[in-house]
């Protein structure tokens, strides 16, 4: 599976960005999907998660800000990201990992990374 992430870019706070990545190989039915970003200075975090139970997970800080949202016959996530935040500034990664059951919290967990895009948020 080969991962590659686009739409990072540089927004002002409150502003809205869409990170998507498309994943070639295999289909993503049975894959837990996930975006992780990494500020400077500090570890990779995930962010948010698609687990193909049907399930998805929010970190705290972007609950009701961000969704995660997942086509399996396009073999893409999305990362919508609305009211964005300084502090949001990050690398973003899309991950993806092998998992038909199960949930996936952790960076050694996810098999498949993106190469990674960039999102500045102004204040």
């Known amino acids: 599976v080969q991962l590659q992430a686009s739409g990072g870019g540089v927004v002002p706070a409150g502003g809205s960005l869409k990170l998507s990545c498309i994943a070639s190989?295999?289909?993503?039915?049975?894959?837990?999907l996930a975006w992780f970003r990494q500020a400077a200075g500090k570890e990779r975090e995930l962010v948010a998660a698609s687990w193909s139970g049907g399930s998805t997970y929010y970190e705290d800080s972007v609950k009701g800000r961000f969704t995660i949202s997942r086509d399996n016959d396009k073999n893409t996530v999305s990362l919508q990201m609305k009211t964005l935040k300084p502090e949001d500034t990050a690398v973003y990664y899309c991950?993806?990992?092998?998992?038909?059951?199960?949930?996936?919290?952790?960076?050694?967990?996810?098999?498949?990374w993106g190469q990674g895009t960039q999102v500045t948020v102004s204040s």
């Open positions: 991950a993806a990992t092998l998992g038909v059951t199960g949930v996936y919290y952790w960076e050694y967990e996810y098999d498949y």
């Open positions: 190989g295999r289909t993503f039915s049975s894959y837990a």
